[in-house]
């Protein structure tokens, strides 16, 4: 009996004692430090952040403005202050390099799983903005992915099991960008429960602060970009491209902006600002520096009045700018332009301030990740290509006006004073026939190379897009001059060794990423081939 | 509180379990052993019935018997003897001692004592007076060479360095390998800081950084050794299987020393070192600053040769500093009827031979025996240690590279402005430009850890019969860390801009666990049975709050709000005025059946369920099963009985499983700090894996003791093998379409196998002389069986601490191996050659180029004994493994290793061109370079070039001579009993084939997980040679 009421009183206390400890070891299960659930609202900001250059505990200079640092070489937007570099020589990376994977971590990444649950989540809890928001960007950097890579990793992508993935094809994805924005718009479209401008700034503050109908813009827009393209073609219907372009982003206001909190940390501040110290060797090249001085055959004799704004002086007082893998060449001294922290020409550091930097260059000042300028061209170009020269060559003009007004409200800090741009500088220059020609004369190349230098120094990633889509030297047949006049491209010693004579058209995937361990599926497509940076991609293929 | 209820009822239990028997006659009398020394806790038991009664500690008894029964007197190590009662009230016993069975008891898991003869593992017990005689201030430094399989890596020879301890091998890829600590039955923290703190929200430093340029002590190092009375290593499975996955990588069992008597009794000893630092990297001092040929101001030595007339400062030897240190250690045992108490204290003060780096330690330990009525055992312990720790940096970023690259041009010492104590440039303007003088570094570089540590622990034995025995172990162990770490504004390592950086930490470690067991006796026949069953408790926090900032305001300070407040970054719970935490909580228990067979045959099985907080609710319960087997071939064949040769013969064999876990939390993606406009958060770079299950290991292991020549020989030999499936492989990298850049997967398998030999004689043992030997071989070789087959390389990051070789993990090779760049080859092996420039090709490609597992390892122990001298020495020998020379690689490419000494000597190097016929038609190479004009021809040497091959040492590791005072005419002094003075060198001789200063290296701090950064060295300081002379004493 004694010990009957022993073994169960054991029994019990045994009991009890067990099932306190498995309450205490699942108590420690949680980490205690970080969540595995955060609000949407604060989300965004770091989604956005990876427009340009992440800036996270976990990793940063995800984003178009890191890769942008050698895309613009291809483009010949600038070129090192020295010779020699592989990139100014259109090389693509090689070796054990993550260079030019910056796209492709923000896209997987960066933006990655944030995005996935941004939407998810906004889903949940009935935040329709923030889950038309989501698929915008999320359409946007599709087409920014393929655009860079071609096949990328998209119906396998965000599997957090799987070992190997495989690639799809550049079609696909176009595709997929414009599902995704469809469904951006649904849900951008959908009002009531609980999306609220007042909520959605709580994300998007420093990008549109909470204006849906701002991002339906951005998403026409991107829409516009993915007809746009394909205008090598058969496919290709100008119309999709007029249609989109005129829903999408039309005034300055309606800009896609990155803007800066600029707190004085490195993330809160411009990627090409000096506090960030990303672009101390690079140098304007003579193209755009020609293009902008008169020596351009295409706009020769024109001054053009943007010139101080986006470019530097050299110590005459003039703008020239370099020749690719040439470093200063025959430029000399007085004549080699300031770096674009206003620094001699030699020298690759950062001021402390950047009081003396201009344009995109400073550290609170905007990026630009789609402008009403850049639309108006796709506009000038699609009714153009249509046969409607006379709409063609108004959205041109809309296009170089509305980019001089983007600079003088943006950018117009430390241009010198008599540089600045006055209403009646503004309608001489478009007044001007050699810049505005009548609409008859309106070609490709006026309204390329004026896209070209609107979007300087910000849009490389589009302008790249535009000069594959004119392989570069493409003619053009209303002209039979070359579309991108004057473009000297490298030959010989200044076209880097592995591109066997090619130029570049695409960048490998993420080095760390797919080169270490989704090497049969390169394997299949041809990127373990040392040119496979000059395959020349779907989109810009006849 | 439900624990203190548990513990109650299990204490209660026996004893209201415990029923009475009917009294006869007293017999009293004293049980006693060798040299008519008491034996406590013999068991005095009457044959056939379940009474019994111990002896206390004076070896008495008492215990009511009726004429006519037999007494069975038996403990532990000795033979059991039976008395047959008549009239006698009182009976003395003399036990002898087992004969096959020189160690005598040892101490296995869970803190039960067991004959070794019934083992079916391979245990290993070291004495604490030779641990405490090799003087080493870090105790695990001095079991290196004296246990087969285990295996120390010092961190370096700098005061306070840490130490990783693995045994029997790397099991784990990415998760710790070291062994489980225990003292006195309670489990005790021997965590090194990890720098790494995963965007935050680890408990890392807040500036996240990977374990290379700060050393943390590995805690273990806490403990006093003059408080050692043994280590027990068990590397066995089965013998850690009880201990559970926290013992899935060995177990060192360490037990104290306690007053045996309540007589007092003080000892004292003292020890003072004078350390000098005599190896060092070859360098070579021809060539003045410049670059192929022509002279510039830069770290590079490829300009002209240096005039006749130039002055050349030995700098080397004007930077380092001998070392000194003292300890004082004193003991005091006393007591009070049947409470026996030991109270120690130790100081131990070091002046380290690099400038600015010392190391103090303070050790208080009081511990308590007492018997309480006849069943009832308690001992108490509680021990308080305080360590300061002044640390500079090490490896890259340390003191030891730029002082191997100062322009010997330069005296050292003047480094900085006598008037306004700047930092004096050398090549730049810009101090930031300039490396850092060894002196400003060491000065200004600097870090400090202040410890403070607290370990209770309470035994309590209790023995209500002579089939009965319960033992609790309660221990509760906590310290904190007070630290800085900060870099000068001037620092090399730092831009101008950055303005210096400060990190600042505060962590706090607190850890409870206990084991409660009840054993069960029972002898049938020829068979003995034992059944014990037990609980486990184990509840290990870690916090850290940490911070970090730059833009220094004074260098006066070491406070963070020196920092400026818009650069501070703090681990996340910090943000919001709280620590980051890891907390890991495991609730077991285990069960244990054995049987043995006229003390020759030994089966015993165990079981252990355990559930852990790591993991998922859904595998968070696992359990595994352990066996072994044990047979004394001596006893069983009879013509071995009494043999001359062959006095004892074991065979014993044991199977094991064991589970390993995941790190706290690595099964959430968790979101870390997103510093861009607008703040909020991200996800870290970790994809989480909310499926994983624990590792699991199995081992068998064979191996077999023999006794020979009436034992003066005895030799002891094991064979492992250890397959670890579904390892947990954290921070593993795959395609980033998995929406992240760092893995978490059960992935990967190995295997790890070895031999352990020991061989021990106690070759002459004369009255006046006597000689002792030991050694202890081992042998281990291991691979990686499975890894996802698209991961064509797993590495722990920590190891990439220098150009391209890491510690890389590679399918189907060894898990010590390291991988790096190498030479680009054709299909017939030669070298390709570019044919712009006559260099050769690198292939850029992480390869297997090396593997740091040696050949083998000897550790050969001596002492001898004549009249009063005393001298003991321990060779530690290695064959074999690769060591990944990073010094030398950058003393290469900055024209100061011996290798540029002929750079003048034009060359073709050979190989074929690499002009797209390298296969089919190959073009020797016969571009002709002279590597002075062209010193890209070192710069471009790639890491295979730097991994020596087959490094061996042979290693004085401890010598120790010692003269023990007659009592007269010597000693006259009252009370005093013993005297003696000794001199203990530590590290005198090494003689090696590796190039650099030291092969005992390693990149990493104990901090680091996996196999760690062991052959690694990149600026690694090598442990100077030691002398220590003291005295020893007591009253």
Known sequence: MKKNIIFYLTSIALVFSFSSCEKKIDEAFANPNASVRVPVETLLPGIIGNFVGSSAAAGSAYGLANDGLYIGRYVQYFATNSSGNQYDQMGGATGASDVLGSVWAMHYFGMGENLNKMVKWGMEEKKWDYVGVGYAIRAFSWLSLTNMYGEVIMREAFRPEQLVFNYDNQKDVYDTVRAISRLALEYLNKTGDNASQANLAKGDAYFYNGDVNKWKKFVYTVMARSFNHLSNKAEYKPDSVIKYALLGINTNDDNATCKFANTGITGTSNYYGPLRGNVGALRQTEYIANLMNGLNSRFAGVTDPRAFYMLRENTNGTIRGIKPNKGAGALVTADQPQSFWGQAFSSSAAPVSDATCRYIFKNGSPFPIITASENKFMLAEAYLRKGDAASARTAYADGISLNIDHLNTDYSASVPAPRLMTPAIKSAFLANPAVVPPAASLSLSHIMLQKYIALYGFGMMETWVDMRRFHYTDIDLSSGAQVYADLVMPTGIDLFINNSGKYTYRARPRYNSEYLYNIAELTRIGAIALDYNTKEQWFSQK | ?1035
């Open chain 2, 1 to 1035: 509180m439900r624990q203190i209820k548990k513990i109650t009822w299990l204490i209660m239990l026996p004893m209201l379990l415990h029923t009475m028997v009917m009294a006869q006659t007293s017999i009293k009398g004293k049980v006693t052993g060798a040299n008519n020394q008491p034996v406590s806790n013999a068991t005095v038991a009457i044959k056939g019935k379940a009474k019994a009664s111990q002896t206390d500690a004076k070896g008495e008894f008492a215990i009511m018997v009726s004429k006519g029964e037999t007494l069975v007197f038996s403990s532990v190590g000795f033979v059991s003897k039976e008395i047959k009662v008549a009239e006698q009230t009182i009976i003395n016993v003399k036990l002898t001692q087992d004969e096959g069975l020189l160690e005598g008891v040892v101490v296995t898991a869970m803190d039960i004592k067991k004959n070794p003869r019934e083992l079916g593992y391979s245990v290993q017990k070291v004495d604490g007076d030779d641990i405490q005689e090799t003087q080493r201030e870090n105790f695990v430094n001095s079991l290196q060479g004296r246990v087969a399989g285990l295996t120390i890596n010092p961190t370096s020879g700098a005061a306070g360095a840490s130490s990783s301890i693995v045994l029997r091998g790397f099991n784990s890829l990415s998760m710790s390998n070291q062994p489980l600590f225990v003292v006195d039955g309670i489990v005790v923290d021997n965590q090194s800081v990890d720098e790494t703190s995963d965007g935050g929200r680890g408990i890392g430093l807040a500036s996240d950084r990977p374990n290379r340029n700060s050393d943390y002590q590995n805690r273990i190092a806490d403990i006093n050794p003059s408080d050692i009375e043994n280590v027990t290593v068990l590397k066995g499975p089965e013998a850690t299987a009880l201990y559970g996955s926290q013992a899935s990588s060995g177990a060192i069992l360490i037990t104290t020393k306690r007053a045996k008597t309540s007589k007092l009794q003080l000892q004292y000893d003292n020890s003072f070192r004078v350390s000098e630092l005599t190896r060092f990297p070859e360098t070579f001092d021809k060539y003045s600053n410049g670059t192929n040929g022509v002279a510039a101001s830069s770290f590079r030595y490829f300009g002209p040769a240096y005039g006749d007339t130039t002055i050349l400062f030995d700098n080397v030897k004007l930077f380092f500093r001998p070392g000194i240190s003292q300890t004082h250690n004193l003991g005091m045992d006393f007591g009070i009827k049947n409470s026996f108490f030991r109270l120690s204290g130790s100081i131990f003060d070091q002046q380290g031979v690099v400038p600015n780096n010392d190391f103090k330690r303070y050790n208080l330990r009081l511990s308590n025996t007492t018997k309480i009525g006849k069943y009832i055992e308690l001992m108490p312990s509680v021990s308080l240690i305080r360590t300061d720790n002044n640390k500079v940096l090490r490896s890259a970023g340390g003191y030891m590279l730029s002082l191997m690259i100062w322009p010997n041009k330069n005296n050292i010492l003047n480094y900085e402005d006598p008037v306004t104590g700047d930092k004096l440039p050398l090549f730049s303007s810009n101090p930031n430009s300039d490396y850092d003088n060894p002196f400003f570094n060491v000065y200004n570089n600097v870090a400090k850890d202040v410890t403070m540590r607290a370990t209770t622990s309470l035994g309590i034995n209790i023995n209500p019969t002579s089939w009965l025995s319960v033992q609790g172990r309660f221990g509760y162990d906590t310290y904190s860390i007070d630290g800085y770490m900060r870099y000068h504004p001037k620092s090399y390592y730092l831009s101008a801009a950055v303005q210096g950086t400060l990190d600042n930490y505060w962590r706090k470690y607190a850890g409870y666990n206990h084991t409660i067991t009840a054993t069960a006796k029972k002898k049938v026949g020829d068979f003995s049975f034992r059944g014990m069953v037990g609980t486990m408790w184990q509840d290990y926090q870690t916090k850290m709050y940490a911070i970090t900032g730059n833009t220094l305001s004074t260098t006066e300070s070491f406070d963070s709000s020196v920092t400026a407040p818009n650069t501070r970054v703090r681990l996340l719970r910090n943000y919001f005025g709280e620590y980051n935490r890891q907390i890991l909580r495991q609730f077991a228990y285990f069960g244990e059946a054995a049987v043995s067979y006229k003390n020759m045959l030994f089966l015993n099985y165990t079981h252990r369920f355990e559930s852990a907080s790591t993991l998922p609710v859904k595998n968070r319960n696992y359990n595994y099963p352990g066996g072994s087997l044990s047979i004394i071939a001596s006893d069983l064949i009879k013509p071995l009985k009494n043999s001359d040769v062959i006095s004892y013969w074991k065979i014993r064999t044991s199977l094991a499983g064991t589970a390993r876990l995941n790190t706290p939390y690595s099964t959430q993606s968790v979101f870390v700090n997103n510093f861009a406009s607008g703040g909020g958060f991200s996800y870290g770079f970790t994809n989480a894996n909310p499926e994983l299950a624990p590792e699991r290991q199995s081992t068998y292991e064979l191996g077999t003791e023999f006794r020979l020549f009436r034992n003066k020989l005895n030799l002891e030999a094991t064979y492992y093998n250890t397959l670890n499936k579904g390892q947990i492989i954290e921070n593993f990298r795959l395609s980033y379409g998995t929406g992240f850049v760092l893995n978490t997967q059960n992935a990967a398998s190995t295997r790890n196998q070895g031999v352990e030999i020991t061989l021990g004689s106690n070759v002459i043992n004369k009255a006046k002389f006597g000689w002792n030997f030991q050694m202890n071989f081992n042998k281990m070789w291991n691979k990686v069986i499975d890894m996802p087959k698209n991961v064509a390389e797993y590495y722990i990051a920590d190891t990439w601490l220098y150009g391209n070789a890491r510690g890389g993990l590679v399918f189907g090779g060894p898990t010590t191996s390291i991988t790096g760049f190498g030479y680009e080859r054709n299909l017939n092996g030669d070298v390709l050659i570019n044919p712009a420039n006559g260099l050769p090709v690198v292939e850029q490609l992480f390869k297997i180029r090396g593997d740091r597992n040696p050949d083998f390892t000897l550790g050969i122990n001596n002492s001898f004994r004549l009249n009063r001298f005393r001298l003991n020495f321990l060779w530690d020998i290695k064959v074999g493994g690769d060591i990944f020379n990073g010094t030398h690689r950058f003393l290469t490419g900055a024209g100061k290793s011996p290798l540029t000494a002929d750079r003048y000597t034009p060359r073709v190097v050979k190989g074929v061109l690499k002009d797209g016929k390298e296969n089919t038609n190959p073009t020797p190479n016969s571009i002709v370079i002279i590597p002075a004009l062209n010193d890209a021809y070192y710069t471009n040497m790639p890491e295979e070039d730097f991994i020596e091959k087959n490094v061996n040492w042979l290693r004085l590791r401890d010598l120790t001579f010692a003269y023990a005072f007659p009592k007269k005419p010597f000693i006259d002094l009252p009370g005093i009993k013993t005297l003696e003075v000794f001199l203990t060198v530590n590290d005198l001789v090494l003689i090696t084939n590796y190039t650099g200063a030291d092969p005992a290296v390693n990149g990493n701090t104990a901090g680091s997980r996996g196999v760690g950064g062991f052959g690694f060295d990149y600026g690694t300081m090598p442990a100077p040679i030691s002398f220590n002379f003291g005295l020893k004493t007591s009253f």
